[in-house]
């Protein structure tokens, strides 16, 4: 181990006192003395003190071997703490250290003094290096999809270091271990996507408040096509379309209209781009030129089935002597393309989610799809995974595709069942009392402050066994309401019209039970539905749930509601809350959060 517990403990009170920083300063200041075999007072220029902004808080840059090491050292032993550093990196602090963003007063004396040495070194240096160093498992990381799509923002900020060591950098990112010594062996990033595409028509330009910019462009797609054959499925990463079938209606319309240009030419080849759609696309740089446009890291925001069906056409006909004929129509196909870039990198990842939702609108994708990449969904998946082996599936269809061998390489213990996105939303509203909403779920997803309110973070630290165990509650639902109509048939007739009311009252019967310790251990492992849980369920309903529906129905009102068949009020939030409050009352409930 080159940091020990006592190590740290014995040197940080004299770093603080004398230097400022945290114990994570401390660990970095350690360690790069034990690893770069140097003395300690040598090493404190290149130690970030002041604070987390940057991303990194430790550099080194290595003379003989022509490498620049940026580092950010945690002491934990959870791969999951960098999550918000790597963001920090990407999305602000490579443009600070090394691009053309103001740094804050705080942080001008660190990076004054790694962009001097840079400087000084700029013909020399030929790798830069990115670890992430801590006192866990490097492999942790590797399995996390959410530092998986994190740390791809990161490797698209490349450009920045060819453009300031004015040329092509090779940029690894990895993951060490302190106490083993062990990496994760992530990614090593050698080619900078930049595409040089032709104008036929100038740009018209738009910018927002906060710096991001629209350039609405025509585009020939044949550029969009050599993009995809260098970048393959990372140019659509965050566009949903991207695994859609290439033989569904739109994809074979779009192939059509290909051949009757290219093969059949009965179309003229300017014809395309009044009957399409067009792009959209984000890219981390954009220059623009006369005739030309300069694209940097491109991501296909809407659009993946035009480029998809097109290089789909492209393999269907190779070979056809047509095809190399009307090579000249194939080259002058264009579509319209709105190209968006930004200046600030702080609420870009937003941005790009809301303006990938509306420009998916027109097609029958559905809402929860759209968000299968966000930040939370990526770290739910992985909560689900690392605590309890369980799949979560976010995007659609993605358990389905995945093979006997991929799970059991995952660790995915229950290989027929899964998680998935729509019913643990589902869940979270039931658990919220929001049974209104769970008739609009569409909306709470398109809706940015009922989603966040939905996907709490809170409930990212919270045992998954615990929500797995509020999750498997629906499975149940069923046998729950029968058993309250089978009491009193001609009294609750109407209640499989309440199945909303009812699930929230059986979350909130399970949360408030003086066992539920016990039953997240007992039930909360395994999605599988065990007998004796299925039988708790039932109890809930007869002793607490039963009770509550006779207090809500015997008000007038609902009385009289009942009389006359209208049973909207079984679908109101305020007669779950009504129930709620004599819940308090009649067994000294409160209403429970996870």
């Not at 190779?318 to 870039?341: C, D, F, H, P, Y």
Request: aromatic share 10%; hydrophobic share 35%.
């Amino acid at each position: 181990m080159l940091v020990t517990q006592k190590d740290l403990d014995s040197h940080h009170s004299k770093f603080k006192q004398e230097l400022g920083g945290t114990k994570d300063t401390s660990f970095a200041l350690l360690h790069l003395s034990r690893e770069l075999k140097k003395d300690i007072a040598s090493l404190k220029h290149q130690i970030f003190f002041t604070n987390d902004n940057l991303g990194i808080n430790a550099y080194y840059l290595d003379h003989q071997r022509k490498n620049l090491y940026l580092y950010k050292y945690n002491w934990s032993n959870t791969a999951s703490v960098f999550k918000d550093s790597i963001r920090k990196l990407a999305h602000e602090g490579m443009d600070k250290l090394l691009g053309n963003v103001a740094p804050e007063s705080t942080e001008r004396k660190f990076i004054n003094q790694l962009r001097s040495e840079c400087l000084e070194n700029q013909s020399i240096v030929q790798r830069v290096f990115i670890y992430f160093i801590f006192n866990g498992d490097p492999d942790t990381a590797e399995r996390s999809e959410a530092i998986g799509s994190l740390r791809e923002d990161l490797e698209n900020k490349k450009h920045v270091l060819d453009t300031f060591f004015q040329r092509n950098i090779s940029l690894t990112i990895d993951f060490l271990s302190n106490q083993t010594r062990r990496r994760a062996g992530l990614s090593h990033t050698t080619t900078t996507h930049s595409y040089k595409c032709k104008l036929s028509h100038a740009p018209i330009k738009k910018k927002t408040a906060s710096s991001e910019e629209m350039n609405l462009c025509i585009l020939r797609l044949n550029d969009l096509y050599k993009m995809y054959k260098e970048m393959g499925h990372r140019l659509f990463e965050r566009n949903i379309r991207s695994a859609l079938s290439l033989d569904n209606n739109p994809n074979r319309a779009i192939r059509s209209a290909l051949k009757n240009i290219v093969i059949q030419k009965k179309t003229p080849a300017d014809e395309f781009v009044f009957n399409h759609n067009g792009v959209t696309l984000f890219a981390e740089d954009v220059v623009w030129e006369e005739n030309s446009v300069t694209i940097t890291e491109p991501r296909v925001l809407n659009g993946a089935q035009t480029i998809s069906s097109f290089a789909g056409f492209m393999e269907e006909h190779e070979g056809n002597a047509n095809l190399e004929a009307n090579k000249k129509a194939l080259e002058s196909i264009e579509v319209l393309a709105k190209v968006i870039t930004s200046e600030s990198q702080e609420t870009l990842k937003d941005f790009i989610v809301r303006v990938t939702i509306n420009t998916n609108r027109q097609n029958p994708v559905e809402p929860w799809n759209l968000r299968a990449s966000d930040l939370i969904q990526l770290e739910f998946s992985d909560k689900f995974r690392e605590e309890l082996n369980v799949f979560y599936e976010r995007q659609e269809n993605a358990f389905g595709s995945l093979s006997y061998e991929d799970l059991e390489e995952m660790g995915i213990e229950e290989q027929n069942k899964f998680v998935s996105i729509k019913k643990l939303a589902q869940t979270f509203l039931a658990l919220q009392g929001d049974i209104d909403k769970l008739s609009r779920l569409k909306e709470v997803f398109e809706n940015e402050s009922q989603y966040n309110a939905m996907f709490k973070r809170k409930y990212l630290d919270v045992n998954a066994k615990k929500i797995l165990l509020v999750y498997k509650t629906q499975a149940r639902l069923g046998k729950v309401i029968e058993t309250i109509i089978e009491s009193a048939p001609n009294k609750y007739y109407y209640l499989k019209r309440g199945k909303n009311l009812i699930w929230a009252l059986l979350i909130q019967g399970i949360l408030n039970d003086r066992k539920i310790d016990q039953w997240i251990e007992e039930y909360g492992s395994r999605l599988s539905i065990e007998t004796n849980f299925g039988e708790i369920c039932k109890d809930i309903a007869l002793k607490k749930i039963k009770p509550l529906i006779n207090e809500l129905i015997s008000d007038s009102k609902i009385a009289k509601s009942i009389e006359e068949e209208k049973f909207t009020f079984l679908k109101s939030k305020s007669s779950f809350d009504v129930c709620i409050r004599n819940a308090r009352d009649k067994f000294e409930w409160d209403k429970k959060d996870l």
